[in-house]
Structure formats: structure tokens, C-alpha cells
């Protein structure tokens, strides 16, 4: 009677065979069914944690050595074996070695009939796969923290076929874009970018290596059609797909574009502070001198025509207003310069509108007449810097809402207080207005309905951010057509303090001995001739005075606070050291442009301090208070 095998087999006959194989991690067993007993090769005992000759032989012995919960399992398919219900045997089992961990076996076998069918005999192989099913284990349970972490992340991850088309998408992803997840499956990954940002930089995913990444930047195209900034981290993937990480960087450009705006004004602002000390100090002599030439032309009466002296004093009228009308740009361009943005205290509203509209006077100058209705009485709770740059933006703003040439264009500025204690400044339009569909965004950071190149559309983000931080509120109305409001309110201050009114101290007809002392020449005379009945001396520069000081006595040193080599803290400080009490003889006059260490250490004194230009009736108040201390 002949053997016939159901499916081919390596039979154990061959010891060189048995030892390749065994070399390989496969020992071989062999199962005579009728008789029920088995036999397998050298080192089987030891998978099963049985000492060498520890096996009996006996097919009951072997199903005795499985785990109770595989022994249904493992004769099941034994059974199904022998009746030819499967093409052999095939089943993966545990067993426990004798340290307690657990061991994996697969057992393949060919069953061998008779020539009736009935099965002889069962060969075949027992493999260790301990280690294929601890690197299974592994790998999914890599698997399932991957996708722990690619549905969980907070930053958006999409899965890009070679053929560019989206095939998987994080929640992070499809709220970041605005998509549902099925929808973004039907994208390319194009149709998530802005085309703008295509047409400059196409997409480069076919120049990553496998494993390799790139990191770029993108603005990204939502599915209502808005954009955003990302950072885009691509790695490409062994199976020829590629792995995109998108970080939205929208509050980080927000920062780097205030910081760079930041950096700008504070560089205007030492520019402004520079070219309002440079314009003062020629303002100073000519502001001086004008009066001069007032005063004198008061004297000409009765020896000059009535005409000419009309067209002198309406001329030098002309002139002093003219003046004066840069004094205070120079003013609020020197105050600009120096502005502390992170003080806080009672504002005046209606001064910084002034101011504001002085700043803005060139862009609103040609294409608005500018009206002022001011109610509002009681001070507000603010920084006057920041205040300033949010009400000459909604200026700016307002000139650019009208076309040039219409003389019906107007901008109302009107300030009024109201019942829950807050101010409320308007700053209102008859220009284009804003579209309804777009106003509900237009304090977003870098929304603008400007064309480019005219707007970062940061600049009402920056006026909403200064005005909530300082506990107010701004707001919008507009009508297309029909023109614009913006409403600021703030929270009310406690009241300004009171101005001291400029008296005149006593013996301020007193004359006395004064030194000059500046650096200009210009504006050293016309002090002197504003000083006019009193016996000056000029000195040019800080080692001048000193040394005019030593073998002279002066009632009044006035003394220009910013100079090259000696500076007005530096006589004040000799002056002291050398007599003491010599210094309180020292009247500052500056021009603006002050270190933050030299404003510090005036705050400090009680000497007088004159903002050139200076004004000839300050200025010959601090000189009498000063010749009354001396002699006092």
C-alpha cells in the first residue's frame, strides 16, 4: 500500500536535511496517525521548554503541552486536516517557556493517505516566530500612536498621493481649511494653496528624496476663499506618497509685522525727535527776533507813516503766526518723538484729535474739509501716544474713503460723554463706505479693502488691539454710498489737574547779571535781545561758561541743556561742586532732543526748564524768579 501526500513536503529523511533546516530556525515532526504517536527533531523539546528526552512521544502528551484556551483551536484543525477539509495543517500556537514568557510557533504538516484515503501519517515543520510577532505587536502599536497622533495633533497633516491628490486629512486640517474630511479627500493638493503663491513657487514634491524633508512657507486657501500664513513641513514616504505638517503662523506674522512696525515708529520717533531739535533751535531765534521787531516797530509810531507802520505790525503778524504754527507741529512731532507708550493717565481727547489732525493735516488737506464738534469735557483713561496713532489711522483711513477733487467731502470729528461713563470719540465720512459683506472682518489682522501696495490691513488690528487694552471699545457703522463711522469709546479719568495760571513773581522788573549760554550763535543773540535791560553776557559752549563762571559772578546762567563736549548737566554739576548752591542760579533751555537719562535727571531738579522756541514772557519770568532766588 502506497502513501500519497494531499500537498508536496520536505520529509525528514535526510540528517544533512534536518540540520539545514534546523539551521534555519525549523525543526521537523512527524505523526503516525494510527498508531498516534510522534517524533520530531532535536530541539523541539526546547521550544515546547521540555528537557531533552522530556516528550513521550504520545499525541494526548502534545496537545497537554498547549495553553487550555489554543487546544480546541489546534485539534480543530488537525481534525479538518485528516478529513481533507483543509490542503494541510497550518496553525500558530503559544507556549510558556519555563521563565514565563511566552513563546510563538507556527506547525505546517502534509497529511499522507493510503490508496483508500485514510490518512497514515502527518510531516512537517515547527518555526519560533517569537520575534516576527513581537516586531507585529510593535509595528501596530506604532501604527495606532501614529494615528493617535495624526488625528489628535493640533497642527493640520494631510497625506498627498504621488499623484498630488489628497488622499487623508486630520481634523486639525479640514477646520484649519474650512473643508469636511470627504471633501478634502476630492482636492488636490493645489486647490488648498493660494494661486498667487503657485505661480511664484510651484509645488516641489517630486525634487524630496524618500525620507527626505522640506520646509517652506505657504498662504493657504480656505474653502470660503479667505488665506492664512503656514509653515509647511513635507516629508516624503516610503510608498511614494508624501506626509504634509501645516502650522498656522497667522499670530506669529501678526508679531513680526508689529515688531517691524514697532521698530519703525520708534525710528521715526528718533527721527521726529532729531528734526524737532534741529527745527527749534532756528524757530527759537526767529520767534525772538519777531518779537523783537514787533516791539521796535511799536516804537516807530509818530515817526513813520501810518501805512507803513500798519504793514509792518500786520506783516510781522504774518510772520509770528507763521511761527507759531510750527512751533506746535515742532511740538507734537518733538512729543512723538519722545512718547512713552507705556504710560497711562488722564488724555484730553479733543487735544490729541488736534494733535492727530495736525499729524494727518497733509493727506487731509487736499481731500476733505475737516469739521470738529467737541462736547466731551471729562479726561480719559489712556495712553496719549497710542491714543494719537489710532485716531490719526482712522484719519488716514477716512481721507483715503474719498476721491480727490469733491468739494462736498467732509470728515466730522465730534467727542461727546455719555450716561455709563465712558467718552465717545466719532470720527465720520461721506466717502465710499464699506461693503456689507466685508465689515464684519475689517479689524482682522491683514484684511484690507485697499489696493496693493496701499495697506498692510494691520491698521485697524493695531487701533482695535490699543483701544480694548485701554478697557474701550471701537466700532464700525458704513454705508456704502454714503460714507463711514468709527466709534471709539473710553472709560472716563479722574479730572486733568488744573493749569497754574503764569503770574508774574515779584520783582520781575528786577535786572540782573545773565549768562548766555548756546552753541548756536543765532539763538544765543536773540535770547540776549529778548533780554533787553538786563546786562548779558554769551558764552558759546559749555567750557566757555565754566570758565566765565570762575572769575564772574551772573544772577541767571541761562544754559542750553544739549551741547557737545560740556553739556548743561555738566555745568549745573560743576557749578555745584565748585559753590554750592551755585547750581539752583541754572535755567535750562533745550531744544528736545534729550537722552532719557538727562530727561530723568531734570525730573529730578527744581531748576526752571524753557522748551525752545521759547516764549519771551516765560522767558523772562524764569530769569526774574531766578535773579529774586539769587539775591534772595
Known sequence: MSETPLVPSIRPTSGDLREAVAAAGMHTFSWDVAAGTVVW????????????GGFDGRIESFVALLPEEDRDRVTSAIDRALRGETPGYAVELRVWSPTGLTRWLTCHGTVFRDDEGRPTRMVGLISDVTGRRAAEVAMRASEERYRTLFVHASEGIVLVGANYQISDANESACRMLGYSHEELLTLAASAIVDPTDLAATALRFPTIPVGGVILSERR???????LFPGEVSTKALVDGSFQCVIRDVTERKQLEVQFLLADRMTSLGRLASGVAHELNNPLAYVMLNLD??????????????????DLLVRATSDARDGAERMRRIVKMMSAFGRGDEEKT????????????????????RHRARLVRQYDARSPVR???????????????NAADAMPEGNPSNEIRLRTYTRDDNSVVVEVSDNGAGIAPDVQGRIFDPFFTTKPVGRGTGLGLSVCHAIVTSS??????????????????????????PAEKPNAQPRGSDMKGRVLVVDDDP?????????????????????HEALERCKSERFDCVLCDLMMPEV?????WEALRKEEPGAEKRVVFMTGGAVTEGARARIAGLLNSVLEKPIDRGQLLAAVARTIELTRG
Open 567 to 571: 553739556t548743561g548737566l555738566d555745568v
Open 220 to 226: 493657504f486657501l480656505r474653502k470660503d476663499g479667505t
Open 471 to 496: 478697557g474701550g471699545a471701537i466700532a464700525c457703522e458704513s454705508t456704502p454710498g454714503k460714507g463711514t463711522t468709527f466709534r471709539v469709546a473710553l472709560p472716563v479719568a479722574r479730572a486733568l
Open 522 to 542: 543765532q539763538v544765543a543773540n536773540a535770547v540776549a535781545r529778548a533780554l533787553e535791560g538786563h546786562d548779558i553776557v554769551i558764552a558759546s559752549g559749555g
Open 345 to 364: 493717565g488722564p488724555v484730553d481727547v479733543n487735544g490729541v484729535l488736534d494733535s492727530a489732525a495736525e499729524i494727518a493735516a497733509m493727506q487731509l
Open 382 to 396: 489712556a495712553n496719549a501716544f497710542r491714543l494719537g496713532q489710532v485716531f490719526v489711522n482712522l484719519l488716514v
Open 292 to 309: 523783537l521787531v514787533a516791539r521796535k516797530v511799536g516804537e516807530l509810531a509818530g515817526s513813520t507813516s501810518p501805512e507803513t507802520i
Open 41 to 52: 527533531s532535536q530541539g523541539v523539546e526546547a521550544l515546547f521548554g521540555l528537557p531533552a
